[in-house]
């Protein structure tokens, strides 16, 4: 009966969540039943709550009222048709109810912890550990990325002077002193200027960097092609393209994002690069990168008009239909695939006779070497033309979406079997026979040790250094202070201890109100801010330099995350207010005397010493992180990432960058940290239940952006979030970000919650995370900020 | 015996859950669907008594989802028996231009979107049917286009409405009745360019265009009698006012607006 009684409002909670998300389907595709859908939610959840706090106390159901107040939640659990058999059950079942649990368990104080020397602490081999890992993930990381080390890997920077001795076309070199490249170099061991190899570029997309693409290089270099990866323009490594004469921003994607100056660099430079076959150069690029790889086809190809004299050889556009040019396809003089997501969330915007996909397709299968096929269709797949002349064309359509195409194993395949062939080597590895995902699985235990690390230093520092052990605050049980002899004493004697706090079915209730709205609130506007950011910051939006926030995507979270968070504050400050005068106008009409109860606030406590402290060990720990990235990408050649979330070295217009956005997007993480430590850490449940609702509660928003987008995207073809307002914005690339914010969102609190147990205030916590998190977003985005 | 009550308790928990769940989306959309299309002429017979009877000729089949869309065929011919022009692909039958929304009608080897077919598809089938007529368009007195895309034009619907009033104004002094400036029609056109001048090519009734840039023709595949060029419109440089079809009140405006045009500059 005990266990009905558990589960009973648990599966009305499930079914909180269920009419939640069918709630979010309807009004995904603009139907008005998610309204009735959010009411049954919401029913579902209170009446869970207030049937839950019946059976939490039996004996209140002696009173007449209090036994058709509970006929009444009985009735309503309907809305929850199993919780509703099983409080039938429960209630026709109903006997003396002597053998429940009382509602709260005495808390019995922790031991306070002997202390051990500092290397038998946990933490310090947590640390060791952590170390070791991120070494030996590292170490793995480069015997995969280097194909059990037959290929050497290698980074070097492009920079003007380099163009300017190595050029054949003028066009090629690098205009401003504030463009630089960052390029990663893979050539395989048995290449040599006797055995020159088949080379190909690898060009990432609009805010990827080239470590995004390292798959492709993988892939192609273990299979004996020469691979170069490179850093658009403003992104990773690479610098900034700069004014004009007259002050103005130069074009952001100057040099086909520079693609141009490489390809004429290595191309020329024939002491250098004598290890490449010049007669067979292939490319391919995702997203903005195939446009531009199919540039530079053009720019390279169309002025010798034959193809036995291409520069590039092959090329591979993966990801971009968008065609700004007639005859875009015939002036390549190159053999070609294209490749598009069948899932692709960007098609929306090409749903017209002349830049459909359907169109664009045509062409690319008619428009060869000046002339026209004539074909009337074009079947997914099908090879077209002759590898020989370099008339060869292919389209491919593969099972995914446009931010994770890059990743798909069988669009890698039909990469690796397009250039296999059309480069000419000769290599026994079949196309699918692939390992790239093993080093995204090193770099992400990298990743988990990297956080491991800081976490554990941080305990340890503070347990064995007594300048750290400043910024800790006093213990805090049951929301009363405990200093550590009252804790010592309390270890045999527990009603030493304050009593629990006493949990009504009202701030329950208004407990989960504040959850649900604030879940609501971060869903409903991101979208609406990213909108925001580009009208209020039209610079960055419209790719200018500019020191006013220049990271054009980070700008839509850094609208979102400043407002919900002063929701978010306001929200937990608020319920407080609200609670505490529930509590005086109850006592006032009773007659008792009036205890409010500002426990909540004890974690926010301290001075200005130990914020000082704080605020230091934040940074050394910061230091830390990134100091071990350094190390690790300078000794392996790899940083922490795994896909698209990721920690890279750091760069100096990216810490410019940083430093601007930080004091705001701050404010994000400190209310985030008060809500979890001094709001749901203070509803007396387990460690685990805390930690596991703290991180549902800030991630469930975003989850449902894309539950909402994507949905619609599933039904309709279109995304929910494509455009926004009117006249119409394009904001779907927004929704890309999301994709990397949900799980740093989801372990935000988790951290949160860890800093606190570490120093019993909120505020180690977000500072570390701040500063870590946000440094990650803007790394892996663009930055048009002037600075070199 | 207890242990087993709950585990069938949690197995019938589970169903009802998925079936509940499966209930409650069942008003939603399904997901992707496919639609065949088939592309028809019609072709009318006389028998021997002179009845004349009209049978449809399949042409072409194709099939649409929301995420694929199909080419549509060349035009059967470039006139019909009659000796009228080829109008284009219709889900109506007997689609009539001038007086059917346009929305129904099809450019040949243009595309047909799931969108186009969804309210006409009966069992997952779709006809289209080849058009002959001659393409009527209804002018108003004066219609002026305006590309909606603010980032790149520079436009909204104020900025231009505004200017329009201006040019309203303009034209009652110049004689045009009230009546006549009740009937000058604003239109946004959004999207890329091509898109833009597709869907100008398609109305057919824009007398002015403005906020396109240098490509409108080239790009846009918008045909014009005259242009300015050169013009800052919300800040965005380089953009035009472009002149589509000779009349006298749309010259008049387009002078008009061109030397007016630095309203439209801030």
């Known amino acids: 009966m005990r266990t009905l009684k558990k589960i009973s409002p648990i599966i009305s909670y499930v079914f909180t969540v269920l009419y939640m998300i069918v709630a979010a389907l309807f009004f995904s595709v603009g139907n008005y039943l998610y309204i009735p859908f959010i009411a049954l939610a919401l029913i579902s959840l209170y009446d869970g709550i207030l049937v839950s706090s019946v059976y939490e106390r039996p004996n209140e159901l002696t009173a007449k009222n209090d036994k058709i107040k509970y006929l009444v939640y009985l009735c309503v659990s309907i809305v929850s048709p199993i919780s509703f058999i099983l409080n039938l059950i429960v209630y026709f079942k109903r006997t003396d109810e002597t053998d429940e649990k009382p509602a709260y368990k005495s808390v019995i104080a922790p031991k306070p912890a002997v202390k051990k020397p500092f290397f038998k602490q946990t933490n310090f081999i947590i640390v060791i550990i952590s170390l070791c890992l991120i070494l030996s993930s590292g170490f793995m990381g480069m015997f995969f990325e280097t194909s059990g080390f037959s290929v050497t890997v290698t980074d070097f920077t492009l920079t003007k002077e380099m163009t300017e001795n190595y050029h054949t076309y003028d066009d090629d070199v690098i205009k401003n002193d504030s463009l630089h490249y960052g390029v990663t170099m893979y050539v395989p061991n048995n290449v040599s200027a006797e055995n020159t190899g088949s080379t190909v570029i690898v060009m990432p997309g609009f805010t990827r960097t080239k470590a995004t693409m390292a798959q492709y290089a993988i892939e192609l270099s273990r299979r004996g092609f020469v691979v170069f990866t490179l850093d658009p323009n403003e992104q990773g490594a690479s610098g900034y393209v700069g004014f004009d004469e007259n002050g103005e921003s130069m074009s952001y994607t100057t040099g086909a994002n520079g693609l141009y100056y490489l390809i004429d660099y290595i191309y020329t430079n024939t002491e250098l690069f004598d290890f490449i076959d010049r007669n067979n150069i292939g490319l391919i690029g995702h997203s903005a990168g195939g446009g531009n790889v199919m540039d530079a086809a053009q720019h390279f190809n169309r002025p010798l008009a034959d193809y036995s004299k291409s520069w590039i050889k092959a090329v591979y556009c993966s990801g971009y239909i968008k065609t700004s040019a007639a005859n875009r396809y015939s002036t390549i003089y190159a053999n070609a695939a294209m490749a598009y997501a069948y899932y692709d969330e960007g098609a929306f915007r090409y749903q017209d006779d002349s830049t459909a996909l359907e169109v664009i397709s045509l062409r690319f299968v008619n428009e060869v070497s000046g002339k026209n096929n004539g074909l009337t269709a074009y079947e997914i797949d099908k090879e077209y033309g002759s590898m020989a002349d370099g008339t060869y064309r292919v389209i491919h359509r593969e099972p995914t979406n446009h931010c994770f195409e890059m990743y798909d194993g069988l669009s890698i395949a039909n990469s690796i079997s397009f250039f296999t062939s059309a480069l000419h080597m000769n290599t026994s590895l079949a196309p699918s026979e692939q390992i790239w995902f093993m080093k995204e699985i090193c770099t992400l235990l990298s990743l988990v040790a990297g956080f491991m690390l800081i976490i554990s230093l941080s305990g340890l520092l503070i347990a064995n250094v007594p300048f750290f052990a400043l910024a800790k605050g006093k213990r805090i049980i049951n929301g009363a202070y405990v200093d550590e002899e009252t804790l010592s004493a309390a270890v045999d004697e527990p009603e030493l201890l304050p009593p629990p706090r006493r949990r009504t079915n009202y701030t329950k209730i208004l407990f989960w109100s504040t959850f649900i709205l604030t879940a609501i609130i971060a869903c409903l506007d991101y979208i609406p801010l990213a909108y925001l950011s580009i009208k209020w910051l039209p610079d960055a939006a419209g790719n200018k330099f500019t020191t006013l926030f220049p990271a054009r995507m980070v700008n839509a979270i850094l609208l979102w995350a400043t407002v919900n968070g002063l929701v978010g504050l306001i929200l937990f400050f608020g319920t407080i207010f609200i609670e505490n005068l529930v509590i005086k106008l109850r006592a006032k009409r009773r007659g008792e005397e009036v205890t409010l109860d500002w426990s909540k606030f004890r974690p926010l406590k301290t001075d200005w010493k130990g914020l000082g402290v704080t605020f230091l060990l934040a940074i050394i720990l910061f230091c830390v992180f990134y100091g071990m990235i350094a190390f690790n990408y300078a000794l392996f050649h790899q940083d922490f990432r795994f896909l698209l979330i990721s920690a890279a070295p750091l760069s100096t217009r990216f810490i410019v960058t940083w430093l601007e956005y930080i004091p705001l997007i701050f404010i994000f993480y400190i209310g985030n940290s008060i809500r979890v430590n001094c709001g749901i850490g203070y509803e007396g449940w387990s460690e685990t239940k805390t930690t596991i609702v703290s991180a549902i509660g800030n991630s469930v928003g975003l989850v449902f952006i894309l539950i909402i987008n994507y949905y619609c995207f599933f039904s309709t073809g279109s995304p929910f979030y494509g455009y926004f307002g009117n006249p119409a914005e394009e904001v779907w690339l927004y929704i890309n970000m999301v994709f990397a914010l949900v799980p740093m969102m989801f372990i935000l609190p988790i951290f949160n919650r860890l800093f606190y147990r570490q120093t019993n205030r909120v505020y180690l916590g977000p500072l570390v995370t701040c500063m870590i998190f946000v440094m990650m977003t803007l790394s892996a985005s663009i930055s048009f900020m002037p600075v070199a | ?266």
């Open chain 2, 1 to 266: 015996m207890r242990g087993a009550t709950l585990k069938i308790a949690a197995i019938v928990a589970i169903i009802a859950l998925y079936a509940g769940f499966c209930t409650a989306c069942a008003p939603l959309k399904s997901f992707e669907k496919d639609v065949r299309i088939t592309a028809v002429k019609l072709v009318e017979q006389t028998d021997g008594d002179g009845n004349v009877t009209e049978t449809t000729e399949e042409y072409a089949v194709g099939s649409v989802n929301i995420f694929n869309n199909w080419i549509l065929p060349a035009a059967p011919s470039a006139k019909n028996e009659k000796g009228d022009p080829f109008l284009g692909w219709s889900l109506k039958k007997d689609f009539t231009s001038g007086t059917d929304d346009n929305s129904l009608l099809f450019n040949a080897n243009g595309i047909i979107r799931y969108n186009d077919v969804k309210d006409y598809a009966e069992a997952e089938n779709v006809t289209l049917y080849a058009i002959y007529q001659e393409r009527v368009i209804i002018r108003n007195y004066l219609t002026v286009g305006y590309y909606e895309r603010e980032s790149t034009s520079g436009l909204n619907e104020d900025r231009v409405t505004a200017f329009v009033n201006n040019l309203k104004a303009y034209l009652k002094e110049q004689g045009s009745t009230d009546e006549q400036l009740q009937n000058v029609v604003i239109k946004g056109y959004n999207g890329n360019v091509s898109t833009v001048g597709q869907l100008v090519n398609d109305d057919g009734n824009v007398d002015i265009i403005l906020g396109m840039g240098k490509n409108i023709q080239s790009q846009g595949g918008i045909v014009y009698i005259e242009r300015e060029t050169g013009l800052i419109m919300g800040g965005k440089t380089e953009r035009c006012i472009a002149l589509l079809y000779e009349s006298e009140v749309a010259r008049l405006a387009y002078n008009w607006m061109v030397e007016n045009a630095g309203q439209l500059a801030d």
